[in-house]
């Protein structure tokens, strides 16, 4: 059974889990319907999800390990974006990203996921104009949901999301609920704050 965490909350996923090595990391959100005269309208916003590959220090150490609708799979072959969602319409996950725990080299000690709004000065939205985000931890071999995580917070203002990241700790992988909004306008903005 899942673990619905809450901000800031921290799980181990590898500790008594020796078995869990194939992990899908589920991303979803929905745009806020307003109601009209003539009827409920949903605005198109075009929300990306990407995986920042960070070593110890916290850094980013090349851009190919950003892992985005521009570069679908890590040179390790350890991430991969399954593909982008232009809409964010519909039920489950809107993104989901494949990893493989045993295939990350040792230099990498985190991956942080981002959700960042395509183009948001340009159509003037933010985080306030998208509804019901969350990320999820599966076992992609049982396909059993390990943990989720609903973004409930206010993010008006906000054009991206730090949702929550995968780290290295004592030999054993963990996740953090992050829940972070940002003001960075493209993946490339927030990237170049961690190189």
Request: proline content about 3%; some cysteine; aromatic content about 8%.
């Amino acid at each position: 059974m899942a673990i619905s965490l809450a901000k800031g909350q921290k799980i181990d996923l590898t500790k008594g889990n020796t078995g869990l090595s194939s992990l899908l990391i589920g991303l979803g959100w929905d745009p806020v319907k307003k109601k009209g005269f003539f009827g409920t309208k949903t605005p198109n916003i075009d929300c990306d999800a990407s995986v920042i590959m960070l070593n110890e220090a916290g850094k980013l150490e090349s851009k190919h390990d950003v892992i985005y609708f521009g570069n679908l799979k890590s040179q390790c072959g350890s991430v991969r974006h399954t593909g982008d969602n232009l809409t964010g319409d519909g039920d489950g996950d809107d993104e989901q990203i494949l990893i493989d725990l045993h295939k990350i080299p040792s230099r990498i000690h985190s991956l942080q996921f981002v959700v960042n709004i395509y183009q948001p000065v340009q159509r003037r939205q933010d985080f306030g104009m998208i509804e019901n985000a969350f990320i999820r931890i599966v076992d992609n071999k049982t396909n059993s949901e390990l943990a989720h995580f609903n973004l409930t917070e206010n993010y008006s203002g906000f054009t991206a999301l730090i949702p929550g990241e995968i780290y290295r700790h004592n030999g054993e992988w963990k996740f953090n609920a992050i829940g972070q909004g940002t003001r960075d306008t493209s993946i490339g903005e927030i990237a170049n704050k961690l190189v």
